[in-house]
């Protein structure tokens, strides 16, 4: 490597003051060079050095400038505390200060941003705002450099510190040292791990830290202090320069290399020019200097190995053969690269390393080292051999040993231009030395003589021993390829536009040589074969040739087929196959292969069908070779080889040639063979009916069974049928799917002929082909086949008439299958009704069975209890037909008892309803999203709970989980307010065994839930609808989900599981069904009675009420209707009624207003049942409507009516007043009498036909109330009328509240 000065200038004194050139920058396209020097900045072309522009905006020394990466603007800085943005056409645009001189100015490398440092500051502008942002900083600082990223700016101080900002000027890592930072630069490759920053101090090192603030590598020492770094060679090298007043180029790694240029004093900057081989250096003394660097190629090669440098410190040796690679850390400037087979010479500055091979193995690749010749050698060419280090000097060859001791010199009569090691016994290794004056020398390096071996007029440029040493090609300055006899001195052949040479080690007469952009190969004494080329040729091995284009060697395949051909022509067989082993093709060898088979050179052929791994003819050659050898060919026999012969064209494919020479042999039957082997069966026919040796129909059935076999079935079948054999016709057509030759086949058939025809039947039927086997069943009579085709078709319909044709001859047949192919697709209920048909009602449950077991076991819950309900479903009807069945001949078709099939509908049906449930649980918990509320989700865990908990822990049904129930119920139960309920199930969850990734979970649930109230909220109490008993979330009692004083079971839907306002009783003896239904849809009396026998009679009578309610065990109810006579609490009975006055309970006696106690209250349940015992009562009309408003007034408030209050003013808000009633008279909604009466009280506005009713139900009311007259002695409505308060005023408002609730109640 060298350098080579491209332009300078020198900035002439002003004032007497040197004009010092402080700071240099590129444009990013390299083409213009930015300088401040004095109190200008400079623009020059970088190309030329001419000078473009000398601007003058500073009024002071300029210290530094920057160019932008878009190349539109540059900026300068400097003692004035100003800072210029200019233009690339060198116009000032742009100008703010700072309160010190400007240091450093440096752009960012992604942005438009520019950082400015001064002694107490930095600041960062971008065009993008109009205020700079200045940063206060605790020293002085000298340099400045973004990362490659523009994410980071790194600042060196006076005081020895590296402070690394963000973008935003915050500092992220602060690095200490000693000494000042005079100058710093971060690596631009992106190729390297991680950012490096080279960091050049005045304590006289070089130093490189990672973007963490950690130092990469020591310390680099220099002996002098850096004034300046810039990378070179996108990051592979480091330009420094500084008070030796030198620049030098370094690696990335800090080793020195060399010295760029040097100069009269200090160099203040140097900076490498984008994409070029470059650097610009600036002075002290005010010159400006463009350096260019000039890189040569150092390599070295020794047949297949061949050796380079890399990156100036690293050798990289390749063999070329198998493109194997090792890289050698030298750590210092590799000068001078020598190979030779298993020996490496390394020349570095004060040192020569000769390294070896670390194995006898010829592709190995591990070097180590061997000696060290610590001495600094100058030399042009390094050379060397076993034990040897040659060092060429213009005319002296010096040999060394390897510990550095001089054996020999020799000094020869002109300057020598090629040497090479052309091999030899260790220690008399021979070199080949060509010569400016044109002499050819052959110098052994244990003979003091050198032995010219030609003398040519022109000077030698390149220089090749053959294989045999017996012939010497030249390449010459004229660029001629000169080739010579060593033994005559013979000029052998010459060609023009050669650059460089050299011989096939593997063959004699074969050498290539490049030039002009063309390979040429020279074989033999046929004419060049030439190729395009770009490059020098170094090396020539079997079919590679070896091609150094620039610093990059390659290897180029190039086949030898020309030469092969050549010699295939001239049937010079042993060349040839040299030829071929150099590397061809594999159709050239399989030309060489079949070209010598045929000349019958069995040994070459051989090996030739080796090489392309044909062993049909390997096996035709020995075969050959056999018979030869028995003595059954060759030309004392009749034919000669003809017969072979015959045999190789018939491998060819030459099949006519072939039979002709098996005809002039004698041998027609193997023609005949053959064509029949080959299926040409004309061919065939013709050698047979020539020859007579062989009958035709006998060829006709070969011919058949060949097609078959070569898969022409098709010619196969007609061959078959035209020799009759329709047995072999039908099984082809039917293994092949060839439906419409069947039937042909079958219709051709006779009907005596069942076995053909069933056969013919049963390939229809494996093929789908029912229309077809129908119309040969038909004609073969097979009702039996017929059926079955049917039943596998799952034609029910047509095996249903053709059963019913036969008069059940068939029903076994048929409905046991129809029943199979139902359950399998999921028509449960069909396939019951036809698996009793068929006799086999077992088999109908053992499906749903099944289904459920699969169901439970894939976690499909929903279908587990779909599958149990029709279980129970199913046993309950069995039970229905049972008890209608006095013979028990439904239990016993059943194969069960009367007791177990209660059981098992009671235990399928809770199954359902257990894993109906489930499902939303294991959804909830196994899911990320539920469509459930939590409402929802809440009443379905204490229902699984309730239900459990009756169950028991033994009968839990499978994979029902019981940690997810608790899990859930806690989780919902946590969320709603039920803290006592989730406290309940965390304690229970941490007594179980939980998924490892619960345990926190649940443990920090469980603390948070200690903060909460022991206690559930009030609304989510379930209130028993039968007996308004107010229950706890849980049954306590483990009976199940039923209330907890009168066990009466919850009715829960199971969409939302909220318990349905809804009550199971039992009729008495004597009530028939339609006479309950007619009762339950009677309206009751006004006058206190209902029901059968209730109403008012003539005269204003009213008829005794006989209904008498009994409590029975357990939670069973009954109604009786008869005469006994009421209780002293039901009032009187029988005829008594008629005259008595209806009963009135001790505290409605009084004004109702006057009557309710303060405790009465106390609670929403409480006040429930005054209402239903309000309604139940006595009064009506308005006396009725007055009693349960003042029961409303002193209510509290339920946070759950209020909510919905709340709806319904919305919905009435929107004028949707049939919403808002439609919402009120739900039955599922909160007491539809509380929501009435209070609605009214805010005056809601009521829709018009609900007017009209409640009018007309008051005008009703009170026509019935005018006609009623007490009877005899009835005290107590006196006393009611007297404390009835005074009608009101009539009000608009209230006379419609008292309407519309007269209607209501």
């Not at 890399?310 to 070329?320: A, G, K, P, R, W």
């Given at each position: 490597m060298r350098s080579v000065m491209s332009w300078t200038d020198r900035v002439p004194e002003r004032d007497g003051q040197k004009s010092t050139v402080w700071d240099l920058a590129f444009k990013p396209d390299g083409q213009q060079l930015v300088v401040a020097v004095g109190t200008r900045v400079l623009v020059y072309d970088a190309v030329d050095g001419d000078l473009l522009h000398s601007l003058k905006g500073h009024k002071d020394t300029v210290y530094c400038v920057a160019y932008s990466r878009d190349g539109k603007r540059f900026a300068s800085g400097g003692a004035d505390k100003t800072i210029i943005i200019w233009t690339s056409k060198a116009e000032g645009i742009l100008k703010y200060s700072h309160n010190d001189s400007i240091q450093k100015l440096v752009y960012n490398p992604v942005s438009q941003a520019l950082a400015s440092v001064t002694a107490s500051d930095f600041g960062l502008w971008s065009p993008e705002q109009k205020a700079v942002q200045k940063h206060k900083v605790p020293s002085k600082i000298l340099s400045a450099a973004y990362t490659p990223d523009g994410q980071f700016l790194a600042l060196g101080m006076l005081n020895g510190h590296i402070t690394i900002r963000d973008k935003a000027g915050a500092e992220k890592v602060l690095i200490e040292r000693t000494q000042p930072i005079w100058t710093l630069q971060w690596n631009p490759s992106r190729d390297e791990p991680f950012d490096v920053l080279a960091v050049g101090c005045w304590d006289q090192t070089l130093s490189f830290y990672q973007l963490s603030g950690i130092q990469h590598g020591k310390d680099k020492r220099l002996d002098f202090d850096p004034t300046c770094v810039s990378y070179f060679s996108n990051g592979s090298y480091i330009v420094v320069g500084g008070?030796?007043?030198?620049?030098?180029?370094?690696?990335?790694?800090?080793?020195?290399?060399?010295?760029?240029?040097?100069?009269?004093?200090?160099?203040?900057?140097?900076?490498?020019?984008?994409?070029?081989?470059?650097?610009?250096?600036?002075?002290?003394?005010?010159?400006?200097?463009?350096?260019?660097?000039?890189?040569?190629?150092?390599?070295?090669?020794?047949?297949?190995?061949?050796?380079?440098?890399?990156?100036?410190?690293?050798?990289?040796?390749?063999?070329?053969?198998?493109?194997?690679?090792?890289?050698?850390?030298?750590?210092?400037?590799?000068?001078?690269?020598?190979?030779?087979?298993?020996?490496?010479?390394?020349?570095?500055?004060?040192?020569?390393?000769?390294?070896?091979?670390?194995?006898?193995d010829s592709l190995d690749m591990h070097y180590r080292v061997r000696e060290k010749i610590h001495r600094n050698l100058e030399c042009n060419l390094l050379v060397v051999t076993s034990l040897h280090v040659i060092l060429c000097l213009e005319r002296k060859l010096q040999l060394f040993d390897f510990s550095g001791n001089k054996e020999r010199e020799w000094v020869l009569e002109s300057v020598i231009r090629y040497i090479k090691v052309v091999g030899g016994p260790p220690g008399r290794e021979g070199l080949l030395v060509g010569l400016k004056s044109g002499t050819v020398l052959k110098i052994f390096v244990d003979n003091p003589f050198p032995i010219s071996l030609i003398q040519q007029r022109t000077s030698i440029r390149c220089l090749d021993l053959s294989a045999s040493r017996r012939k010497l090609a030249v390449v010459d300055e004229n660029a001629m390829c000169l080739v010579y006899d060593l033994n005559t001195k013979d000029l052998l052949f010459e060609e023009p536009n050669a650059n460089s040479v050299a011989w096939n080690t593997e063959m004699e007469d074969m050498l290539c040589f490049s030039g002009s952009g063309m390979l040429s190969i020279k074989t033999g004494n046929f004419p060049i074969h030439q190729q395009k080329l770009q490059g020098f040729v170094v090396g020539f091995h079997g079919s590679k040739i070896f091609c150094l284009h620039y610093v990059a060697m390659q290897t180029i395949d190039v086949p030898q087929s020309a030469s092969l051909y050549r010699y295939l022509d001239i049937k010079d067989w042993d060349m040839a196959y040299k030829v071929a082993c150099l590397g061809v093709t594999e159709s050239d060898w399989r030309l060489l292969a079949i070209t010598t088979l045929r000349a019958m050179q069995l040994s070459f052929a051989r090996k030739a069908f080796i090489r392309v791994r044909d062993m049909r003819y390997i096996d035709l050659i020995n075969s050959i070779e056999q018979a030869r050898r028995r003595g059954g060919g060759g030309d004392d026999r009749p034919g000669g080889d003809s017969v072979f012969l015959a045999e190789i064209m018939a491998y060819e494919g030459k099949y006519q040639e072939a039979a002709k020479l098996y005809a002039k042999a004698g041998e027609t039957a193997k023609a005949i063979e053959m064509f029949r082997d080959l299926r040409l069966w004309e061919d065939a026919r013709t050698f047979a009916e020539s020859s007579g040796s062989m009958d035709v129909n006998d060829l006709i059935k070969h011919q058949a069974k060949w097609e078959e076999d070569m898969g022409n079935n098709k010619q196969a079948v007609n061959l078959y049928i035209a020799s009759k054999q329709f047995d072999k016709a039908i099984d082809l057509c039917g293994e092949r799917g060839w439906l419409a030759e069947l039937m042909e086949v079958a219709r051709s058939v006779p009907k005596e002929d069942k076995e053909t025809l069933a056969k013919c039947a049963a390939h229809l039927r494996k093929h789908d082909a029912h229309k077809f086997a129908q119309e040969v069943y038909l004609k073969m009579g097979d009702i039996q086949g017929l059926m079955s085709l049917h039943i596998a078709a799952h034609h029910w319909d047509e095996a249903f008439e053709l059963a019913r044709a036969h008069e059940g001859r068939f029903d076994d047949d048929v409905f046991l299958p129809y029943a199979e192919y139902l359950a399998i697709t999921d028509k449960f209920e069909e396939a019951q009704a036809a698996y009793k048909k068929a006799g086999r009602p077992d088999l109908s449950r053992k499906i749903l069975q099944q289904l459920t077991h699969n169901a439970v076991v894939e976690r499909r819950?929903?279908?587990?209890?779909?599958?149990?309900?029709?279980?129970?479903?199913?046993?309950?009807?069995?039970?229905?037909?049972?008890?209608?069945?006095?013979?028990?001949?439904?239990?016993?078709?059943?194969?069960?008892?009367?007791?177990?099939?209660?059981?098992?509908?009671?235990?399928?049906?809770?199954?359902?309803?257990?894993?109906?449930?489930?499902?939303?649980?294991?959804?909830?918990?196994?899911?990320?999203?539920?469509?459930?509320?939590?409402?929802?989700?809440?009443?379905?865990?204490?229902?699984?709970?309730?239900?459990?908990?009756?169950?028991?822990?033994?009968?839990?049904?499978?994979?029902?989980?019981?940690?997810?129930?608790?899990?859930?119920?806690?989780?919902?139960?946590?969320?709603?307010?039920?803290?006592?309920?989730?406290?309940?199930?965390?304690?229970?969850?941490?007594?179980?065994?939980?998924?490892?990734?619960?345990?926190?979970?649940?443990d920090l649930s469980m603390m948070t839930i200690q903060s909460k109230a022991f206690s559930d909220k009030e609304e989510l109490l379930p209130v028993c609808y039968r007996c308004s008993t107010t229950n706890q979330l849980l049954n306590t009692t483990g009976t199940g989900d039923k209330c907890i004083d009168c066990g009466h079971m919850f009715v829960r839907s199971f969409a939302s599981f909220d318990t349905l306002p809804l009550v199971q009783f039992f009729l008495e003896d004597g009530i028939a069904d339609d006479e309950a239904v007619a009762l339950l849809a009677e309206e009751p009396a006004s006058g206190g009675g209902g029901g059968r026998g209730g109403g008012g009679h003539g005269g204003g009578k009213e008829e005794e009420d006989k209904w008498r309610e009994t409590r029975m065990a357990g939670d069973v109810q009954t109604m009786t209707f008869g005469d006994e006579s009421p209780s002293a609490e039901g009032g009187a009975g029988g005829e008594a009624m008629a005259d008595a006055p209806p009963a009135v309970p001790p505290r409605w006696a009084e004004s109702p207003a006057e009557s309710l106690p303060a405790n009465l209250i106390a609670s929403n349940d409480e006040y429930f049942s005054t209402l239903m015992e309000l309604l139940e009562g006595p009064l009506a009309g308005l006396k009725m409507a007055e009693a349960v408003w003042n029961v409303l007034m002193r209510v509290p408030t339920n946070p759950r009516v209020a909510a919905d209050l709340s709806t319904m003013e919305t919905m009435a808000a929107a004028s949707k007043p049939a919403e808002v009633w439609a919402r009120v008279l739900n039955p599922a909604s909160t007491p539809r009498v509380l929501y009435a009466l209070q609605i009214v009280d805010r005056m809601l506005p009521v829709p018009p036909h609900v007017h009209e009713q409640a009018a007309a139900a008051s005008s009703s009311t009170a026509a019935d109330a005018g006609d009623a007259k007490p009877a005899a002695g009835d005290d107590d409505d006196d006393d009611i009328a007297e404390k009835t308060p005074p009608p009101r005023e009539a009000d608009p408002e209230v006379t419609r509240r008292e309407q519309w609730l007269g209607k209501f109640l």
């Open positions: 008070s030796d007043k030198k620049a030098t180029l370094m690696t990335k790694e800090g080793i020195k290399l060399t010295t760029i240029g040097e100069r009269d004093d200090w160099v203040w900057s140097c900076v490498a020019r984008p994409k070029q081989n470059y650097v610009a250096v600036g002075c002290n003394d005010g010159t400006i200097t463009m350096y260019q660097l000039v890189f040569s190629t150092v390599h070295g090669l020794y047949q297949d190995r061949y050796a380079y440098r890399d990156t100036m410190t690293d050798v990289i040796v390749q063999h070329l053969i198998t493109e194997q690679r090792v890289r050698i850390k030298c750590r210092a400037y590799v000068k001078k690269i020598a190979v030779y087979r298993d020996r490496l010479a390394v020349q570095l500055p004060d040192l020569v390393t000769i390294y070896e091979l670390a194995n006898d819950y929903m279908d587990a209890g779909y599958y149990f309900w029709l279980l129970s479903a199913e046993f309950q009807r069995i039970l229905s037909e049972g008890a209608a069945d006095a013979s028990g001949a439904v239990f016993k078709a059943a194969g069960v008892t009367p007791r177990a099939a209660q059981q098992r509908w009671h235990e399928y049906q809770l199954k359902a309803e257990l894993y109906h449930a489930y499902h939303y649980i294991y959804q909830y918990v196994d899911e990320p999203f539920t469509s459930m509320m939590p409402e929802s989700l809440f009443n379905v865990a204490r229902f699984l709970l309730n239900t459990l908990a009756a169950v028991g822990k033994d009968r839990v049904p499978y994979r029902v989980s019981r940690v997810y129930v608790l899990y859930t119920a806690a989780k919902q139960g946590s969320t709603l307010g039920a803290y006592k309920l989730a406290r309940y199930a965390f304690d229970e969850l941490q007594q179980l065994r939980l998924p490892p990734s619960w345990t926190d979970q649940i």
